[in-house]
């Protein structure tokens, strides 16, 4: 293994580019502490279940000349969100958050929790692609690790988890701060210390539309992301998604005009207990799976036009539900014609039983089963 580029310092590891054998890697090299390899070891599981784009591929595992122990990661060329952010454009920025709402729901979608989403940990590419990296805090839901310790960004880490095993609830908030980072060029809270901690726990967010032209109903999905209760956010990736998706192509809620200051008294708080997590209703479904074969929020807008619901995201692969109607079958084979028109593929369907909840959201394994069918 020979080093090519001087080495970063990261919590409990040292990270360079490197060529192990013919191959040019990145290592990531842990310290000689048990937390350090601890969370080597997680992070090593946790990309054995994920894949390119969804995190950086695993080359393997190996040992420097000191005997320490390293990851071999796939090298990836680009700019970190938080440096990305500030010279783009709105336009860029939003398509930028749309992508990585997409890796977010597809990284959930495989039962892994990140626990360090932050503009470091999200590489933006020159083509703006996105990858999430460094998934040494993450966690695979079911699975029992050796306790490596959670480093967590403080500018993006929700209130009440300090300390705690990370949840889809604490990606779900530090998603709201990214998005909000995107949307404005600049994050929701800012100091250092007990005071970002008190700003986080007890301020309310600003409006993204009040310094950049954005619909309000993309302030509410980041209202509701950075909303202080863990179970008035999104359940996960999948269904703030779907909120942002939606809340892109609102055009009924104009934005406020950009620069009229913070959150103030001539705008209405956004009420945090409307997102409470509401009963489930189960009810019959026609289910149908593809693999999206171009742009996803097109997509999505065909399910919706249809009368259908997202009920699973991962990559490029959606699963969608109709539970509403006389014949719910019809309405998804005319979504399928539909898709298929625009390179859509590999299309499964069926029937089953699914909840769903007051704000339409469609839960159940039965998507989940059709979604593995598919990949």
């Keep these: 293994m020979n080093a090519v580029e001087a080495p970063a310092r990261g919590g409990t590891s040292t990270v360079y580019r490197a060529v192990l054998g013919a191959t040019p890697c990145v290592m990531k090299v842990a310290d000689v502490s048990a937390a350090s390899i601890a969370s080597l070891d997680r992070e090593a599981l946790v990309l054995s279940h994920l894949h390119a784009p969804l995190a950086p591929a695993l080359v393997g595992r190996t040992r420097t000349d000191e005997g320490r122990a390293a990851l071999a990661l796939e090298p990836i060329d680009g700019v970190t969100l938080s440096q990305w952010r500030r010279d783009a454009a709105l336009p860029r920025r939003l398509v930028v958050a749309t992508r990585l709402c997409e890796r977010v729901a597809g990284i959930h979608a495989r039962g892994v929790v990140h626990g360090d989403l932050s503009g470091r940990n999200v590489l933006v590419t020159a083509t703006d692609d996105v990858r999430v990296i460094d998934f040494g805090s993450a966690r695979l839901l079911g699975v029992e690790t050796r306790d490596g310790g959670r480093l967590a960004t403080p500018a993006y880490l929700a209130p009440g988890s300090d300390g705690a095993p990370a949840t889809f609830a604490d990606d ?60 008035a956010r999104f359940v996960d990736g999948a269904a703030l998604q779907a909120a942002w998706t939606a809340g892109l192509g609102d055009v009924d809620r104009p934005p406020y005009a950009p620069g009229t200051g913070s959150n103030t008294a001539d705008v209405a708080p956004v009420d945090h207990t409307a997102f409470a997590a509401p009963v489930d209703r189960s009810v019959h479904a026609a289910l149908l799976g593809f693999r999206c074969g171009g742009d996803l929020g097109t997509a999505l807008r065909v399910v919706e036009a249809q009368g259908g619901a997202v009920a699973h995201v991962a990559a490029e692969i959606v699963v969608a539900a109709w539970t509403r109607g006389a014949a719910p079958d019809r309405a998804a084979a005319a979504a399928r014609r539909a898709l298929a028109a625009l390179g859509a593929r590999d299309f499964a369907g069926t029937t089953a039983t699914v909840r769903v909840d007051a704000r339409g959201v469609v839960r159940g394994a039965a998507a989940l089963e059709l979604a593995t069918r598919i990949a």
Excluded: N, W
Aim: some cysteine.
């Design 172 to 231: 779900v908030y530090a998603m709201g701060v990214l998005l909000f980072e995107l949307c404005t060029g600049r994050l929701p809270f800012t100091g250092a210390g007990r005071a970002l901690r008190q700003a986080h726990e007890l301020q309310r967010p600003p409006l993204p539309s009040r310094e950049a032209a954005v619909s309000r109903a993309i302030d509410e999905v980041v209202a509701r992301c950075l909303a202080k209760d863990a179970s």
